[in-house]
């Protein structure tokens, strides 16, 4: 909708709406076929590498093939159940602006833009191991009953899930099934300016002030612990709105600019030679640090989650959880954090910590020598990151990993799409110094 409220054609109001349905990742499907009893699938805890096999049923059960016609459930196996009615990721999205010709030159316009995501997919684990405490204990397994000094250790997980302890012989591992009650939504205000001071000069500018909330997006899901994020389970599978957070998109301020000057045909001989054909370009671009997830790097809830890197998220001790923000050895204050006590998840959201900020600034020169009709060569000259300054990467965000939480070990210069690959360091764009490119073009 657009309405013109004055009939001048200098003001227009706009509004809009919309639903949209998003595609199913398909390699969401293709991850079925690694689970019992299509591929053996096995997660086998607290164990002694000389004889990892010691005390599972039956013993070693590699090599494993699939035989349709006598397929087989291992013990403890990890299964990938997919609901029949799964409905596909919808969103609602709506706007409203108000755009100004104020002068000949000069517009501005001021908008909002709404989304709401619904049946967003994620998972949910059904048979998580239950805490029963660090006093001794008596289990009831498909071997019979098994006595532990421990009740709850990382060694007798599968004793200790939910559905092996109604059914001791169900042998039961990871039963993680797709979700797809997943929401998230996005709020935004725009503001947008434009001023064309002549034929020669351009300036453009827009700030962007928005907030993404939400709850974790899968991008890929493997079974069991190797899920490096099992959702709903970081603060218990009780309330999945627990893990509501910061959507790693958000970005709370965005600043771009652009400025565009050519120098006019100058009449003189000296001035036409020295000035015509002249063109300088200007981005620059600022925005708020990305939200991040800090982690434990270890199942300290006794609930079978650890994965690669764990899901679990320590307990924030201190008000303020940032260290030095300009030091690249303690952005995080690691006393700020504690291990919670085991069989507890601890009190920090899911990301609910900032990283540093990035702006950046890149420029262009150029120049057009018209040889004859028709003809002309233009050199251009581009630098990006100007002033060869540091743009700060996210810092280590794994409390567990104590050389590298809280220290930035890249840089995020660029925009380049290359991520930290030194262990602990938090997810991170990557690039270089200053970049600069010349190019020679020969029109005809």
């Not at 071997?143 to 250790?153: M, R």
């Not at 200007?282 to 990305?290: C, K, L």
């Not at 233009?378 to 409390?399: M, W, Y």
Request: aromatic share 12%.
């Amino acid at each position: 909708m657009a309405w013109d409220p004055f009939g001048n054609g200098k003001t227009a109001i706009r509004a809009g709406a919309g639903i949209a349905h998003d595609f199913i990742r398909q390699d969401l499907h293709e991850n079925t076929s690694s689970v019992s009893p299509f591929r053996l699938t096995v997660v086998n805890l607290g164990i002694s590498l000389d004889n990892p096999w010691a005390n599972y049923p039956g013993g070693n059960p590699f090599p494993y093939n699939f035989n349709k016609s006598n397929p087989v459930y291992a013990p403890y196996g990890a299964y990938l159940p997919v609901p029949p009615d799964m409905k596909t990721t919808t969103q609602y999205s709506w706007n409203f602006g108000i755009q100004r010709q104020i002068q000949p030159s000069v517009f501005a316009s001021v908008n909002y833009v709404g989304t709401q995501i619904t049946h967003v997919w994620n998972a949910i684990e059904l048979n998580p191991a239950q805490f029963l405490g660090l006093t001794p204990c008596t289990l009831n397994t498909a071997a019979g009953p098994v006595s532990y000094p421990v009740c709850s250790t990382a060694g007798n997980v599968n004793q200790r899930r939910l559905l092996n302890l109604a059914n001791p012989s169900a042998n039961l591992g990871y039963l993680t099934q797709y979700d797809d009650g997943g929401t998230q939504n996005y709020n935004g205000l725009l503001l947008e300016t434009r001023w064309r001071a002549s034929e020669k000069v351009n300036l453009n500018a827009n700030y962007t002030w928005s907030h993404c909330l939400g709850l974790p997006v899968i991008t890929l899901l493997n079974p069991g612990a190797n899920y490096v994020h099992q959702a709903y389970q970081n603060n218990g599978p009780a309330d999945r709105n627990l893990d509501v957070g910061d959507c790693d998109q958000d970005r709370r301020q965005i600043f771009n600019m652009t400025a565009v000057l050519q120098t006019p045909n100058f009449s003189g001989k000296v001035l036409h030679a020295l000035g015509t054909g002249w063109s300088f370009s200007t981005i620059f671009s600022a925005r708020s640090g990305r939200p991040l997830n800090l982690l434990l790097g270890t199942d300290r809830a006794l609930n079978g989650f650890q994965g690669n890197t764990g899901t679990q998220r320590p307990d924030q001790v201190l008000a303020n959880p940032y260290g030095d923000r300009k030091s690249l050895a303690s952005y995080f204050k690691s006393t700020a954090f504690a291990v919670p006590a085991l069989g507890t998840y601890g009190n920090v959201g899911f990301n609910s910590v900032l990283g540093p900020g990035f702006w950046d600034w890149s420029e262009a020169v150029s120049r057009q020598f018209q040889i004859r009709e028709g003809q002309r060569i233009e050199i251009r000259a581009e630098a990006f990151n100007v002033t060869n300054s540091l743009r700060r990467g996210n810092p280590g965000t794994i409390l567990g990993n104590a050389n590298t939480f809280g220290r930035i070990l890249c840089n995020a210069a660029n925009g380049s799409a290359t991520g930290c690959s030194l262990p602990g360091a938090g997810s991170s764009l990557a690039g270089g110094p200053r970049i600069m490119q010349f190019a020679l073009k020969y029109v005809f």
